[in-house]
């Protein structure tokens, strides 16, 4: 059966994709739930009354929703997955901003909907709470603790709903993990507090030696799970370092000890989701430059593949649950929920943002704010921790059927109209740029230039002793996890990279305007003042990328964070353009002028030039070769006597001491003709 419903997930989505109408109106998510209450409907008055005949429907062979299926199968490969993906500089700039919003704000949340709850219900706004449990009707009234277990099981803003909806509408990088990082971090503080309210609530008499327990707790759970997770993701690192020979096991490390670290952190009663998410970084950064790129694909599509499978079956099981499950729907509890989760996610958000944009250079905007706040959707985490209530407490309904109806208006309201928000407000959506290495290879090359400048005119940004010991730790890990293969291959295709664009910038332009000039030596020429050459220096000057790098800089703090990718894609594409141009030129040639080209590539293919001939790949030996053609033309040009100069010899660097005659050996030494003997 769960087989089938694996199988009718896959296809759902396929049909969903197809009909692009419906993709438009609703988000996949709200269909998926739909069609899930629609298979529970039918499930639950057809199959079970109809034609099964069965008197106890809870015992069915269909899947049933359970919080053992939800946490220990269906979550951590969407966590793992989203900590793959969150390994990003992007992520890392803002991961100061993400853990505040995840931790305080979530604090936050627990505590003012909790205890407003608790007001509302003690003096009688939201009515009366009746359970009729044993054929009589019973008035109840919620308890402090009890309303702070319900906060924190529904401010848990699901990773499932957030990524599922802001994937289809590609905001920003930036804006998207802030809401991305905060919604999974707030995960595991959620399931945290809820477990820590859960053990709170058999205590009678709560005192301050509780509550600092409490918080204690809070603490050692969260940095233990990720000690965990650090721990596996060093293992896994270190065992990848020795699958040269056996590629076909990384994937199955990878996998694996990923599940290990999930599980040896709920051993503990640690955060599991925190230890996946410290796994998941802690592997991408060093154990997965030492798998192979097949081995990596493998990962990164099987991952993807089973997350996008138990996203679809947890907003099936959601639909199929409103049916199937037992409700107290108590709309004045339900309605109070609704509008104090969103009051208090509203306020949480404008005021954690004003104070992370007091140190923040790049801010967070008003309208960036209420796309965050607005954002905050709930899932199938929240509705898992209301179903591991104990069955025997009065109010475990009570909460899912709330926990329910949260559900379905977070996803279906806001879920669907924050496409329209976002266009409302005209954010910034998230660039299509095709992923580049020589962005990386530019990165570093600035980083290393300002730490060199730093250290010349004094430190201009202020580091602190932690950040320091970070780089340190760092440093010594990449050293140990990284294999030296996987260091020397990634090095030289940096130095490749690099050494073709330099040659193609170095050498290019002069074989361009040699090629301009001969075809513009029949025009007639126009003699340029010196007035009007100063003038089109400045104006150049004034136009160059420095002179608006200094200018914009300044003025804009994001300016280098936005454009700088786009100056360096820039200048790769003037040097595609020109190499492009340099290389179609040689092809016009006629054969006997190709054979003699052949020879010159030889020749510069085996010549030396600073110990880099050898890592220049063909096309940039072709750029060299003829830049000494039209090098060596230029230089007997200039000489009355270069008829004795041989043609053959086109690449000075080759040239012996007997080949080259007298006057040659003059100008390649630099000693030119006195000016009487000068053309």
Not at 211 to 231: Q, T, Y
Request: glycine share 6%.
């Amino acid at each position: 059966m769960f087989s089938g419903m694996i199988i009718s997930a896959v296809i759902l989505k396929i049909i969903f994709h197809h009909l692009p109408w419906l993709a438009k109106a609703l988000p996949e998510s709200c269909v998926l739930i739909v069609i899930g209450i629609l298979s529970g409907t039918f499930i639950h008055y057809v199959v079970l009354d109809d034609i099964l005949h069965l008197e106890d429907k809870s015992e069915h062979p269909f899947p049933q929703f359970t919080a053992t299926l939800f946490f220990n199968i269906l979550l951590p490969p969407i966590i793992l997955d989203s900590a793959l993906a969150l390994y990003d500089q992007a992520f890392f700039d803002n991961f100061v901003s993400v853990v505040i919003f995840a931790v305080f704000g979530t604090l936050f949340n627990v505590f003012t909907i909790g205890y407003s709850l608790y007001g509302l219900s003690y003096y009688g706004v939201l009515g009366s709470f009746t359970v009729n449990t044993t054929g009589v009707v019973e008035e109840m009234q919620l308890a402090p603790t009890e309303c702070l277990i319900f906060s924190s099981l529904i401010s848990a803003v699901d990773p499932v709903a957030v990524l599922a909806i802001f994937e289809e509408i590609h905001v920003n990088i930036g804006l998207y993990f802030l809401v991305f990082g905060e919604s999974l971090f707030n995960d595991g503080v959620t399931v945290v507090l809820y477990n820590t309210m859960k053990a709170l609530i058999d205590i009678p008499d709560i005192g301050s030696m509780e509550i600092v327990m409490a918080l204690l707790s809070f603490v050692c759970v969260v940095l233990g799970g990720a000690l965990i997770g650090l721990v596996n993701g060093l293992f896994a690192s270190y065992v990848t370092m020795f699958t040269k020979h056996v590629r076909v096991v990384e994937p199955l490390i990878i996998f694996s000890t990923a599940y290990v670290s999930f599980l040896g952190a709920e051993v503990f009663h640690w955060s599991g989701i925190i230890s996946i998410i410290a796994y998941g970084i802690t592997v991408k950064r060093y154990g997965f430059q030492n798998i192979s790129k097949k081995s990596y694909t493998t990962v990164k599509y099987s991952i993807k593949t089973l997350a996008s499978t138990s996203d679809c079956i947890i907003f099936l099981f959601l639909g199929v649950e409103l049916i199937e499950e037992s409700h107290n729907f108590h709309w004045g509890f339900i309605i109070a929920t609704i509008l104090l989760c969103l009051l208090f996610r509203f306020i949480s958000t404008f005021l954690f943002a004003f104070l992370v944009n007091l140190a923040r250079k790049d801010q967070i905007e008003l309208k960036e704010q209420f796309i965050m706040a607005y954002g905050g959707l709930r899932g199938a985490v929240g509705f898992s921790l209301a179903v591991v209530l104990e069955k025997g407490v009065w109010y475990r309904e009570l909460f899912i059927t709330t926990a329910l109806c949260m559900v379905f208006f977070t996803v279906f309201l806001q879920g669907g109209t924050i496409k329209l928000f976002v266009k409302l407000f005209k954010i910034e959506l998230q660039t299509k740029e095709k992923a580049r290495i020589c962005n990386d290879v530019q990165g570093k090359l600035m980083e290393d230039v300002m730490q060199g400048i730093e250290n010349v005119i004094g430190r201009q940004r202020a580091k602190g002793v932690f950040s320091e010991i970070c780089r340190a730790v760092d440093k010594l890990l990449k050293s140990f996890l990284i294999g030296k293969d996987s260091q020397q291959q990634l090095q030289r295709k940096f130095e490749r990279i690099c050494l073709d664009e330099h040659i193609t910038n170095l050498y290019a332009p002069r074989i361009i305007a040699n090629q301009d000039s001969e075809e513009q030596t029949k025009e007639p020429t126009r003699t340029i003042s010196f007035a009007e050459s100063r003038k089109s220096f400045k104006k150049g000057v004034r136009a160059s990328n420095w002179q608006s790098y200094k200018k914009k800089s300044f003025a804009d703090p994001t300016y280098v964070k936005n454009d700088i990718i786009n100056l360096l894609e820039q200048r790769q594409k003037r040097s595609q353009t020109m190499e492009s141009r340099v290389l179609s030129e040689l092809l016009k040639d006629d054969p006997e002028s190709v054979e003699d080209k052949k020879k010159v590539l030889q020749r510069s293919q085996s010549a030396n030039w600073a110990n880099y001939a050898k890592k220049a790949t063909k096309n940039a030996h072709l750029i060299k070769a003829q830049y000494d053609e039209v090098q060596l033309q230029k230089r007997t040009s200039q000489s009355p006597r270069s008829a004795t100069f041989p043609r053959d010899l086109l690449n000075p660097t080759f040239l012996t001491q007997n080949s080259i005659p007298e006057e040659a050996e003059l100008l390649l030494n630099g000693n030119r003709p006195t000016p009487e003997t000068m053309v």
